[in-house]
């Protein structure tokens, strides 16, 4: 990250690290910028997120932020068929769940993915009689896969939801806004989750350094029993052991990678690149 001018008393909350999250093994986590900061303070929540804030005292023209980690990824086979969306309806409503996997904080709006009649009735057309949460939720996704163009740049992190739906495209944060809406005025909890995928290069080239890219998912709660599964509307599939979980909120303005403040007006040019490779053992 560059300032054409050096700006001063820079704050920024990094959420780069990885959460312990079921299915995955973090080890050999390691978070470093360059310059180092003056202070730095790391946090836990409020959803499952790792923020790091980073304080800058003096000038800055130029910041490397690195992030490393080791991660075994175990996917969760659903064996067990998803409660019907019904059942699932009334659980949610009467889970007494606290806890940091309550599903709870997912069921209704939030800052970016506000409840939408739009995108609702869309939804609803997908809906039928005794249908399971996972069969509705697969459904919604080859929708969106199906009806939306994948166009990068097309849209911003800051473009709503609603416009993006109206457009029909965007990226995998537009496609997860649109899903967690959806599954949300249905009464389904879905969460937002920010992450990498590895994806692989073609049949006789070799792999791209810096090819793969910060992904975004949903989670979506089938009860109880099964907890969360993860969708992957983007691809069309459910969510697995290429995709790695980084932090997991309501939506993107809970779990984005970096945000903060400084003072100064200088433009800035923000570039980042990243890899994920696959670790096989002797």
């Known amino acids: 990250m560059r300032y054409a001018k ?24 390691s978070l470093t910028l360059a310059p180092k900061p003056d202070r730095t303070t790391h946090k836990a929540g409020p959803y499952l997120v790792n923020t790091m804030r980073a304080e800058f ?24 068929a998803s409660p019907s969306v019904e059942l699932l309806r009334a659980a949610a409503l009467a889970s007494r769940d606290l806890s940091a996997f309550s599903p709870a904080p997912y069921l209704f709006a939030s800052r970016i993915a506000t409840i939408d009649p739009q995108i609702g009735i869309w939804a609803q057309q997908e809906l039928g ?33 609603v416009e993006a739906f109206a457009a029909r495209h965007g990226v995998c944060q537009d496609f997860a806004h649109v899903l967690i809406i959806a599954l949300r005025w249905l009464g389904i909890p879905a969460a937002y ?33 099964l907890g969360w599964a993860g969708i992957d509307p983007t691809n069309a599939c459910l969510a697995g052991e290429d995709h790695v979980q980084i932090a997991v909120g309501r939506d993107y303005a809970d779990v984005a990678p970096i945000d903060g403040t400084f003072i100064g007006a200088a433009p800035q040019d923000m570039r980042s690149a990243v890899d994920v490779l696959a670790v096989t053992g002797e």
């Open 129 to 161: 009689s005794g249908q399971s949460v996972l069969d509705l939720a697969m459904a919604l996704s080859l929708r969106i896969h199906r009806e939306f163009s994948y166009q990068p740049g097309a849209t911003k992190s800051t473009t709503p939801p």
């Open 57 to 80: 005292d003096g000038e800055l023209d130029e910041l490397e932020i690195t992030s490393t980690f080791t991660v075994e990824v175990q996917p969760r086979a659903l064996l067990s």
């Open 6 to 29: 050096p700006v001063a008393d820079a704050r920024f909350n990094l959420r780069l690290k990885p959460f312990a999250l079921p299915g995955q093994h973090v080890s050999q986590a």
């Open 193 to 225: 989750v920010s992450g990498y995928i590895r994806t692989l290069a073609p049949p006789g080239r070799e792999r791209l350094v810096g090819a793969d890219a910060m992904h975004a998912w949903v989670n979506v709660w089938c009860g109880d029993a």
